[in-house]
C-alpha cells in the first residue's frame, strides 16, 4: 500500500508556542489530506480536509486560526497549532487518499504525531 | 446519531479462539464503504478489511472476515484463531459516497485483549 509519513512522530512543548506537524505521502501525489486528532482512549475525530491548492475545510467546532492547515504541494500537508494550550495535547493522525478511482483502500494513514503542551 | 456504534468497550479472549467485534452504522446512503481499522498501542491506523454496501459477498481477508447484514446495517469483524498480538484497539468506520466527502467517520472503537 501507499505510505503516508508523518514528522515529528511526538513534540512537546511549552503552553503559548506553536507547533508545525508534516504530513507527507511518500509514494503517491494525495490531492486530499485528512487531519483527525484522537484524545486518550477516545476515538478518531475528523479536524479537517486539505485539498492542495485551496483552503481546507474545517470540521464544526473546530477552530480555523488555531489549526492552521497548508497544503501547498500534492504530497506535504502540514497542520499548525498556534498557541498551544495544554488542552491541545492530543495525537493527531493525518491520512492521504489516492487520487482517482473507488478503491476502497485509497485512504492511507500517517504513523501519528503526540503532542504534549506542558 | 450516532453514524458508527461500537457497544463493545473492551473483550477479552483466549488464545487461538474466534472471537466477533460488534458494529452498527446508520445512513440513507445506498452506497457506502465500511472500514475496520486495527490501532496498536504505538498508534499507527492498520488497515484490516473493507465491504462495499453493493458487494453481494463478505469480505475477507486472512484471518479477518467481515460479516455483512446490510438490512440490520451491521458489520462485524470476525478475528479467527487470535493470537497474542492481536491485542490492540480496534475501530470501525464508514465513508458514505453521495455527501461527497471522501473522510471516514470512525467509531468510539472495542479494545481487544488476547489471553495466552
Known amino acids: 500500500g501507499a505510505v503516508v509519513s508523518q514528522h515529528p512522530s511526538w513534540v512537546i512543548c511549552k503552553s503559548g508556542t506553536s507547533v508545525k506537524i508534516e504530513c507527507r505521502s511518500l509514494d503517491f501525489q494525495a490531492t486530499t489530506m485528512f487531519w483527525y486528532r484522537q484524545f486518550p482512549k477516545q476515538s478518531l475525530m475528523l479536524m479537517a480536509t486539505?485539498?492542495?491548492?485551496?483552503?481546507?475545510?474545517?470540521e464544526q467546532g473546530v477552530e480555523k486560526d488555531k489549526f492552521l492547515i497548508n497544503h501547498a504541494s500534492l504530497t506535504l500537508s502540514t497542520l499548525t497549532v498556534t498557541s498551544a494550550h495544554p488542552e491541545d495535547s492530543s495525537f493527531y493522525i493525518c491520512s492521504a487518499r489516492t487520487p482517482g478511482g473507488s478503491s476502497y483502500n485509497e485512504q492511507f494513514f500517517g504513523p501519528g504525531t503526540r503532542l504534549t503542551v506542558l | 446519531a450516532q453514524k458508527i456504534t461500537q457497544t463493545q468497550p473492551g473483550m477479552f479472549v483466549q488464545e487461538k479462539e474466534a472471537v466477533t467485534l460488534d458494529c452498527t452504522y446508520d445512513?440513507?446512503?445506498?452506497?457506502?464503504?465500511l472500514f475496520w481499522y486495527k490501532q496498536p498501542s504505538s498508534g499507527e491506523m492498520i488497515f484490516l478489511i473493507y465491504q462495499g454496501s453493493y458487494d453481494q459477498q463478505n469480505a475477507t481477508e486472512g484471518r479477518y472476515s467481515l460479516n455483512f447484514q446490510k438490512a440490520r446495517k451491521s458489520a462485524n469483524l470476525v478475528i479467527s484463531a487470535s493470537q497474542l498480538g492481536d491485542s490492540a484497539m480496534y475501530f470501525c468506520?464508514?465513508?458514505?459516497?453521495?455527501?461527497?466527502?471522501?473522510?471516514?467517520?470512525f467509531g468510539s472503537g472495542t479494545r481487544l485483549q488476547v489471553q495466552p
Open positions: 445512513t440513507s446512503d445506498p452506497s457506502y464503504g
Open positions: 486539505s485539498n492542495e491548492g485551496s483552503k481546507a475545510t474545517y
Open positions: 468506520a464508514m465513508r458514505e459516497a453521495a455527501t461527497g466527502r471522501r473522510a471516514l467517520t
